[in-house]
């Protein structure tokens, strides 16, 4: 009898998994540029050092920091260890429970009670038990596997999760390090502007002196002195931030860790048309939303087994005696097995009810799956425009940024000959000042989105 309910234990209750179609949210191409197209999700290929592609070997110091020390991906691993150890102990319930459950006892019946069992009444006894003890649930309808099969869905969730943490740290450092190379751009713009704002006050304060011009042209040279010098701490501000922020990311206090000017100005990689078809193939955050479908799908067939009968195989071996001396004896062997049946009879729609619930977290989660994939596409879309749309941006501002140097030459010669006031000097200054100040933050901007880039594709492609 035993073995034919062990091998009926071939049997699941409950849907096998399958992913739900996602045609509905995943475009045949995406907008730019032409040759891209979805792939499978996979991953657990390799994610590769796309920030390597920037060439810059402080950039690739700080990550190798931030790999070892960052406190968030040490606690996003500590989760992975945690829900495999989770899963190890869903193995287990596989397995039968044998344990070791000595016992002694010494015990005097009651003299005065009407059962006299063996003329027992009034008596002391003792008795020493050494027996192993078997515990096994006969799993025939798949509630321990479909429950095993959902713990190992949810350790390799966690897994996903801490790549998807790794990834967005990656990210989040190599943005503070490009905005604090930005920054330093700026302020190296910054101060070349206040010197030759400083050198025109000196001119005009000697004409001035001279008699040569009005009050007027020192006062807007004074004026723009100090707006460049307001500007100047503001971006020191910014730049102190940023370099806040990359020592929390490497694991480091702020107080103890300064960055010396970074002067990176490679361009950022460039986008072909020639780029691989695996679009969301490594995405982690993909993968998680998948494993939890996985999950919430396993415990539907856990819920639904519930409704039919548990049984379970009970049985124990050892010796047993009430002499010492006579434990280890032949005599004193004792043994039991067989099994035991539950079948739920009423239990007030509580199994429907846990039925019920799963079925709607399966729902949930296939929801969640279906928006994390538009999420994803979207923010492909959003990085492949700005990668090719900031490029466009970049050479108008070189050709604003050339033409706006030459416009404060000839306003300065101009001046020098007496034809225009001083005003226009400085307009033609401040406006060329703004334009390589653009030409920075777009510089910056096509680094941010090949970084957003690298993370939406979950690694370099």
């Known amino acids: 009898m035993v073995t034919a ?50 060439n810059d070997s402080r950039l690739n110091g700080l990550m ?26 869903g193995r287990a319930s596989l397995l039968p429970d044998l344990s070791f459950d000595p016992t002694t006892e010494r015990r005097r019946r009651s003299g005065t009670t009407r059962s006299n069992i063996n003329g027992t009444a009034g008596a002391t006894t003792s008795n020493v038990a050494l027996p192993l003890v078997l515990d096994y649930e006969i799993d025939l309808w798949g509630k321990l596997r479909r429950q095993l099969e959902a713990v190992e869905a949810e350790a390799a969730t966690s897994e996903a999760d801490y790549e998807n943490v790794m990834l967005a740290l990656q990210a989040d450092l190599a943005i503070s390090y490009f905005n604090l190379a930005a920054a330093d751009r700026e302020l190296a713009i910054l101060r070349e502007g206040l010197a ?29 002195v100090a707006a460049t010098e307001s500007d100047i701490i503001g971006v020191q501000k910014m730049r102190a931030e940023f370099e806040n922020a990359i ?12 960055i010396p000017t970074v002067s990176h100005s490679s361009a950022p990689p460039t986008v072909s048309g020639t780029l691989p078809s695996a679009l969301l193939e490594r995405r982690p955050d993909i993968a998680a939303a998948e494993r939890k479908m996985q999950a919430a799908n396993a415990r539907i067939g856990a819920a639904q087994a519930a409704f039919f009968p548990s049984v379970r195989l009970n049985g124990d071996i050892g010796f047993e005696s009430s002499k010492l001396s006579k434990l280890f004896t032949g005599d004193s062997l ?62 108008a501002q070189e050709r604003t940024v050339t033409a706006a140097n030459r416009t404060v030459e000839l306003s300065q010669q101009r001046y020098d000959a007496g034809i225009v006031a001083y005003f226009d000097v400085v307009e033609a200054q401040r406006t060329a000042l703004e334009a390589e100040r653009a030409r920075s933050a777009i510089k910056n901007s096509q680094h941010l989105a090949s970084i957003a880039l690298f993370k939406a594709l979950g690694g370099a492609w």
Do not use: H
């Not at 931030?66 to 996003?76: F, G, I, T, V």
């Not at 020592?247 to 300064?258: E, H, M, N, T």
């Open 247 to 258: 020592a929390v990311l490497i694991g480091k206090p702020s107080s103890d860790f300064s």
């Open 196 to 224: 030759l704002r400083k050198k025109s006050l000196d001119l005009n304060q000697q004409r001035f002196d001279a008699g040569d011009v009005d009050e007027v042209d020192v006062s807007r040279a004074i004026t723009e």
């Open 5 to 54: 309910m062990v091998s009926l234990s071939s049997c699941m209750v409950g849907p096998n998994y399958q992913r739900p179609d996602t045609a509905a949210q995943l475009p045949a191409n995406f907008k730019v540029p032409a040759g891209w197209k979805v792939a499978e999700p996979a991953d657990a290929k390799s994610k590769g050092a796309w920030w390597k592609t920037f």
């Open 334 to 395: 004792a043994w039991g097995l067989g099994p035991s049946v539950s079948y739920p009879v009423f239990d007030g729609r509580r199994n429907q009810g846990e039925l019920d619930r799963s079925r709607l977290l399966y729902e949930e989660t296939v929801a969640t799956y279906r928006q994390t994939i538009l999420n994803a596409v979207r923010e492909v879309d959003n990085a492949l425009s700005g990668v090719t749309l900031l490029a466009q941006q970049y050479d």
């Open 64 to 89: 190798a920091n931030a790999m070892a020390d960052n406190q968030s991906l040490k606690a996003a691993f500590l989760r992975v260890e945690q829900a495999r150890t989770i899963a190890r102990t």
